[in-house]
């Protein structure tokens, strides 16, 4: 009778203890990777650069402009300081956290 009394209590105070589970459903982001080349248009030390060839799901766009300098955005225009050969990055990414990257010399003249 008391291994009967022991064996409830034990199954009450594990059942008390727990509480209802509630899984609520999450939406996850479905997402095409990025894709995309760089773009540019060069006059002297002034240069335009452009997200080119663009597929799938862009969120952002970063770029390193080779120089120490960075930007954002799918088109800008920056002044260089003086001439020469740049490896400029770009980086893509998505709201699925995919991400591109892309390098490309260019080079800028008096």
Known sequence: M???FVALVLISL????????????KNFPI????EGTIGFTAAKLE???FLENKKGDIG????????GRN????????FYEKPGTYNVTMVLANQ???KLSVSRLVTVTN
Do not use: H, M, Y
């Not at 952002?60 to 120089?67: C, I, K, N, P, T």
């Open 31 to 34: 997402c095409e990777k990025p």
């Open 2 to 4: 008391i291994k009967v």
């Open 60 to 67: 952002a766009v970063g770029w390193d402009l080779g120089d």
């Open 47 to 49: 240069v335009t650069f």
């Open 14 to 25: 594990c059942c008390a203890a727990c509480e209802p589970f509630d899984l609520d459903q």
């Open 96 to 98: 699925c956290d995919d």
């Open 71 to 78: 930007r954002s955005g799918n088109q800008f225009t920056v």
